[in-house]
């Protein structure tokens, strides 16, 4: 453990100062203290037991998080787009294999491992670019959600169709394994989510009450072991689909925060020994023996995944920057990869050298993933610049919009009323919009939610679907004529294009943007914003007002010390941007 825990800090933190994720430094730690390099080798078999409880508490976060409400947001293209890219890495990975001497089952389970991404990674690359807000990263997110629902339901269906090494998918009795497993599953899923949900928040309340924090850790940690292994012992389930049951039950607690946060420092730990141990299983000399191999499942990742997935985007109808997102975030293979993988080596469904295969793809796609993140703008500038592609891309999209906007761009075209657009219709753009409205001012809601958009429409509201940072989206929205363009997005993703396109198209209109931090101040002035409300100044000038308030401070007082914070913050032209009237 000495050594796993020493080579995995070394080596996570060199994989970070390279601005890489510290998975790939904990996957080389294990590859250097495993059996397979020269120098110390560790204790592989309490190695693989540790990783035991890694699954299990890694499983556990998964299911304390899992939230299907991010997943119905973006069903329609989440759903269907996950589901036709599992089901053409499988077939990929079937071929692979077959090609390569591997039976058909090993290569089932080799193209769901290569199907489903590390939630890690893909919430990591989006940070990055600050799209986890974005609607192009809720449908990544999405999309990773329905690839683990996919992936828990393959654990449940992994041990029915092996029963151990040397046996495959051809053992005899395999549909009635399969039928009992699902039944087992059935059993278990009604347990744990209907008892469970009545009593494990009991639980953890009446513990909670003891104001134990020691107390309360174990008990998320006695809970999460315990059910998982009852699922292995009494309905022989794997002891991850246990895990992820337990995180579900206790996600729907009062005090899930908590358990969450008391939760996050046991999975880390067990996480990092979980992938060591996966790369103490790699032998180095795979790579020699097998490249034409490796080259084609790193095809299936860093090829056909994205390829698929911007295509399906692009054929439902959303655009090139979504599907380019969702592409590059998925172009990798991470925990749930090596779990399934695990699970189907001790089934018999798995060769060895899977092992290999899988951290060798891991290794190389995680190392890759965020030079692809970096490439998002250039490549979708280079799209841009081939029309005949652009126009392919987008010719669903282009449709799909026009069909919702061309009756609202006629009706904003007939109104004479002063009018302002407004950008995003999350609360602070509701409140925007029914301050305008009440200020006698036509409203046009530019949104990229079709069902904001459609309920607006059926409320007798104008509202146009798109991306606002696309001239024609803001021209049917009416900015050429607009007295004013109020901006609430978030997220700082093409806002920048999406002002300046509204000063080109209408010099005269007010532009008021809604940003995070002070240091957005300079492009947005650059690009011709008015004025623009920064959450960090709100945020310092809102605390003061709240303290100096309880304090006992009289209002004048508090005016006078949030005019100080406000101007310390934002300087002397408060919030007007300097070069333009406030």
Known sequence: MAAAFAAAWILGVLAQKLRLSPIVGYLLAGILIGPHTPGFVGDVPLAGQLAEVGVVLLMFGVGLHFHLRELMDVKGVAIPGALVQSVVATLLGVAIAVAFGWTVAAGVVLGIALSVAS???????????????????????????????????????????????????????????????LLKLAALVTLVLLAGSRVVPWILIEVARLRSRELFTLTILALAVAVAAAAALFFGASMALGAFLAGMVVGQS?????????????????????????????EPAFVLREPLLLLATLGVVILGKPLVALAVVAL????????????????????????????????GLLPAAGSSLLVACALVSISLNPFLFRALDPVEDWLRRRPRLWTVLNAVAARRRDAVNDQTARLIGERASPLAVVVGHGPVGQAVD???????TEVVVVD???????????????????????????????????????????????????????????????????????????????????????????????????????????????????????????????????????
């Open 316 to 347: 439902l109808g959303h655009s090139v920057r979504t599907g380019l997102v969702v592409a590059m975030g998925l172009a990798q293979v991470g925990e749930f990869s090596f779990i399934l993988g695990d699970l189907a080596r001790h089934q």
């Open 448 to 582: 990229q939610n079709m069902d904001t958009v459609g309920a607006l429409g059926r409320a007798g509201r104008l509202a146009i679907y798109g991306d606002a940072s696309a001239p024609e989206v803001l021209r049917q929205a009416g900015v050429p004529r607009a007295r004013y363009l109020v901006v609430t997005l978030p997220h700082s993703v093409n806002r920048a294009p999406m002002v300046a396109a509204a000063r080109q198209l209408n010099p005269a209109c007010r532009i008021f943007v809604r940003a995070r931090y002070l240091q957005e101040r300079a492009e947005l002035e650059q690009v011709g914003a008015d004025a623009a409300c920064f959450e960090e100044a709100e945020a310092a000038v809102a605390l003061t007002a709240r303290v100096l308030a309880d304090l006992g401070l009289d209002p004048g007082a508090i005016a006078t010390q949030t005019d100080r914070v406000r101007r310390e913050t934002m300087g002397d032209e408060a919030y007007p941007l300097p070069g333009r009237s406030g």
């Open 119 to 181: 939630t890690v990674v893909l919430l990591r690359g989006l940070e990055s670019r600050q799209l986890v807000t974005t609607p192009a990263g809720h449908v990544a997110i999405g999309w990773l959600i329905v690839e683990d629902i996919l992936t828990v339901i393959v654990l449940v269906v992994i041990p029915a169709l092996g029963s151990g090494p040397g046996q495959g998918a051809a053992s005899a009795g395999v549909l009635p394994s399969l039928a009992i497993a």
């Open 254 to 282: 009062r005090v899930s925060e908590q358990a969450a946060a008391d939760a996050l420092p046991l999975r880390d730990a067990f996480a990092v020994l979980f992938f060591v141990s996966v790369g103490m299983l790699f």
């Open 434 to 440: 029914r301050a305008l409205t009440e200020a006698g």
